[in-house]
């Protein structure tokens, strides 16, 4: 049973869904698909997760084999790593590495393919039931959901039971690469405050700069950071009660991880419905974090939702597009999405009556604001897919339709590139990018998007 609703796509737009399916094709490796040829030649977790939405639509089988590649690493405990490591690839390609990592000494964690020691946003549940929905074969589809869902469920129990120690409804990251927005703003005041000595980072040499210009990408100190971060939970064998109770630095209830985690709780409640499992328990539990978004990270005075830093005990104040996207997950009532629709309308994001480009990933009038710089203003595909989809559940029709010719536009004159330049348009990062890939293929299947004759 395929509930596909094929748009007819415009003949420029039919040759760029081709151009999509092979940029994923160059990019496979076997059953799993590296997020970009050069950069990251790894699998990553909300990177694989967002490539099996796009395959749902033409190669359900590639989109279950992603996904089940992922999870075959899954640590004991049930954390989904963030990076899969593979066998194949030659050593001291990408930094942190396997050998970095060291959780060879840590019993849960998987001794072939290694993996790294900490996890991306848990959009997982929400692929899978794209696979359900959007699959060409129901019941191949129904049977692929049944072997994954427990695997599923360990993954969401590990978080609640790890990660939320006060058992608040709300779990925590310890890594800005956990968050997925790795250079975001968000990140600023906790590394500026975490004073460190050269002493205190083991040496190591990165590697992204050698293929991307360091003005797009974070700062050598905040890359100190991130490895002395991960040198804190590697001496701790990634023990999640000690790493809390050792004081560890980087502690933040993140909008966007918790928004992802309640959508895919309620996701799983649904793939359990399909599967004959109980859903209640998946539904209590998206409601709890709902709630506890709506309690704590809504910010009255900027109409939009904040991280919590648990060791200051405050929200942290940066106005990032994923303030927005608690709408993906249908959190905020109407009256706090239109006030939050508000603000995004403006110049600080985009307006509908400028003839700009939808949505930078950062307030245009914050603090260091950056139209090329690593997530401190660019355009990223996967975010604006979840704000669009989030948008169109509270009626804003004209704004949805504005993300996506938006995406359809950039990647048609620009190619499949990691972030765009919200200002001229440009790519940037790496090219020929995964998700940029599959999420236009998603958008363009689904809905009637313009070409660039405008
Ligand atoms: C670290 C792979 C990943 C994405 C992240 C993005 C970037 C890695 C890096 O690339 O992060 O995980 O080396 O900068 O920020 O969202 O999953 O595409």
Known sequence: MSQSTESQSPPGLTDHIKEAKKVLEQNRVGSFTKPA????????????????????????????????????????????PQIVFANEVKKGTYFPGPDFWQTEDVEAAPDSPRTSGICQPPIHATAVMHVLKYGDDYERAKRFAAEIFPKLKAWHEFLHRERDPENEGLVYIRHPWGSGQDNSPIWDAVLQNLEISPEQVPPYSRKDTDLIHIDERPSDDDYDKYVYLLDFFRQRKYDEER????????????????????????????????????SKPFTEQADRTARTINDKLWDDEHDMYLDFDLNEKQRVRADVLSGFIP??????????????????????????DDDCLAAPSYDRSGPGYSASKYWRGPIWINMNWMLSEGLQAYGNKEYVTLIRNSIAKLTLKNGFCEYFNPESGEGHGS????????????????????????
């Open 431 to 454: 090219d020929c990018f995964s998700w940029t890939s599959s999420l236009l293929i998603d958008i363009a299947t689904r809905y009637d998007v313009e070409t660039l004759e405008d």
């Open 37 to 80: 040829a050069n950069l990251y030649p790894y699998q990553w977790s909300w990177d694989s997760a967002f490539i099996a939405i796009g395959y749902a639509h033409y190669a359900q089988h590639q989109a279950e084999k992603e996904l089940l590649h992922l999870f075959r690493s899954q640590w004991q405990n049930g954390l989904v």
């Open 327 to 352: 709408m993906f997950a249908e959190i905020p009532g109407q009256d706090r999405a239109n006030r939050m629709f508000n603000y995004l309308n403006t110049h600080c994001f985009c307006r509908l």
């Open 243 to 278: 790493i809390r109770k050792d004081g560890c630095p980087f502690l933040i209830q993140d909008v966007l991880f918790n928004s992802l985690l309640c959508k895919a709780d309620r996701d799983l409640a649904e793939i359990a419905n399909a599967i004959g499992e109980k």
